[in-house]
């Protein structure tokens, strides 16, 4: 497939912290930080604070799949696996981001995360549709949404 032209991400280097904009990362590609050098792995779920939201998630122009969640939260550590399998099998086409809410009030509220995991849909900064609890099932409907 060849690369889209308008396509770009911006997302913050796990290792250094740098915020990277990427563009040209169809399936696959690992771009390399561009303070670092490290590869930016974009084939598992990347954490974003609340800093980083409106950057990341919102200003996207792929579809983002967050997974709101908390440490302590044992349904989000079983719907985990599957969030990391999507962003495996659909990496370069969706962005899969975790936000922590017990980190990040302001969004949470803002998106009225009344119980996790949650896991939204947004594409070109709007919600699209979102899964409440453990539903796998649900979860995998996103994905097909998001790519479709
Ligand atoms: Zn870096």
Known sequence: MPADPDQFITVRCQFCDEMNQLEQFSNGHQAPCLNCAKPILLD???NVSQDDFDDTVLASS????????????????MV???????????SGRMLVVKIDTDHAAKIAEQYSIRSIPTLVL?????????????????????????VA
């Open 62 to 77: 792929i579809p983002v799949l967050v997974d709101f969640y908390a440490d302590w939260c044992a349904p989000c550590k």
């Open 122 to 146: 947004f594409k070109e900064g709007e919600e699209i549709d979102r899964s409440m609890g453990f539903e796998p099932e649900r979860v995998r409907i996103l994905a097909e949404e998001a």
């Open 80 to 90: 985990a696996p599957l969030v990391d399998e999507l962003a495996r099998e659909h």
């Open 44 to 46: 598992r779920p990347l």
